[in-house]
């Protein structure tokens, strides 16, 4: 079994920019109904994603907090390609910027289109409580906040959201 453990935050600034070693575009919707998810009838998001020549089938348990289970299956792009046109609610369309710091991997997703102006970034960790160096430019947590979740931006775009919501 697949078990994912990552923390998700605001970006405050752009000092990440300079440390960014690869890029890539995105994009990804999902399958199955958000408000199936939201009042818990399905367990787990169904997701497609079009990373620039890659493509992935992603399965995660509906879980909040930083501990899930996640499953990853390749896709020829062209059977993604159909898919995304079957995707419930909007895409997701980003680009994921990757950052060495402190011996861990980020990734710093710059959100376009509905999403544009949120910058989030991740960090995939061994265990939960395993510790990290913060960089300059990590703000608020934001794991155990759904309306953060690329499903939830898909169907609640940050461009929809209130100030109370942003805040």
Not at 157 to 167: A, C, N, R, V
Request: contains cysteine; hydrophobic residues 40%; charged residues 25%.
């Amino acid at each position: 079994m697949g078990i994912e453990i990552e923390r998700k935050f605001l970006v405050v600034g752009d000092g990440w920019r300079s440390a960014a070693h690869e890029t890539s575009r995105m994009a990804q919707g999902y399958l199955n109904d958000p408000l199936a998810l939201a009042d818990g009838r399905e367990q787990c998001s169904v997701r497609v994603r079009i990373a620039g020549e890659r493509a992935i089938l992603n399965i995660k348990s509906r879980e909040i907090g930083p501990r899930r289970q996640e499953f990853e299956y390749p896709l020829p792009i062209e059977d993604a390609q159909s898919l995304l046109a079957l995707c419930s609610g909007g895409l997701v369309d980003k680009i994921r910027h990757y950052v060495n710091h402190g011996g861990h991997l980020w990734e710093v997703d710059e959100f376009l289109a509905d999403n544009h102006g949120l910058v989030v970034a991740e960090i995939e960790l061994q265990s939960v409580d395993e510790s990290f160096l913060r960089p300059a430019w990590i703000g608020q947590e934001v794991t155990e906040r759904p309306r953060y979740y690329n499903l939830a931006l898909a169907e609640h775009p940050y461009s929809s959201w209130t100030d109370l919501e942003k805040s």
